[in-house]
């Protein structure tokens, strides 16, 4: 049987067709697609974010270990939103968040640290020597990105969310830059799998700022509590100059 011109221009139009048709489905997918986030305190900082990735469409479950305490705001934000355990909210969790004092990272290792190996687990906190004695020296000395590593061993860790106050999150993320000139504000990470940086990147975008990669888990002490890239409400572009990173 021969085609002539006008029969196998529509032949390649129907098969270019079915093809880019088949190939949407999973476009689509790929880029509304949400994941399920457990968060490890929901104070300041755990209830301000976890909130931003609730209303990005996002299930979350915030972790207590009185979870009852919970049920007014999580019934605030809607069915997306959860009340659960430390150990529910692990299990619950694609990745995880932990927003707790520094001081109590020995004891949420007792609870959560096994079932955390081999987890994606933004890690937001701060040790401070008033608070944490020890610990704050422990940090002081070895740095806190690795001082984290040794609580949580296997975990896939990002430092992430560390470096400003709660209320400049639930500010600029909320605004999502709309407000600002040149742009979101900007979140340093730093972490070891390349795995776990990608899926953090997405989240912090999802929560309306803007993801800066300063480097390896070390790297984190560059933008910890009294560093010099800590506490900076700036763009990407800014905060790169100012930690002395690439464009």
Known sequence: MRFDRTTRRAAFALAAGLTLAASLPALAQDSAKKIRI????????GGTIGTLWVKDGHEVMFASRHPETLASMVGD??????????EEAVAFGDAVFIAVPYKAYPD??????PALKGKIVLDAGNATQKRDGALYDEVTANGVGTTTAKYFPGAK?????????????????????????????AIPIAGDDPEALKVAEGLIRDAGFDPVVVGPLKDADKFAMGSPGFGHDVTAPELKEKLGLGR
């Open 38 to 45: 457990g968060v490890i305190g929901a104070g300041n900082i």
């Open 77 to 86: 934000l809607g069915p997306k939103a959860k009340a659960g355990t430390p």
């Open 108 to 113: 949420l290792a007792k609870e959560v640290g």
């Open 157 to 185: 860790l990002v430092r992430a969310f560390n470096a400003a106050n709660y209320k400049i999150f639930a500010k600029e993320g909320a605004d999502g830059g709309k407000g600002r000139a040149g742009g979101r504000m």
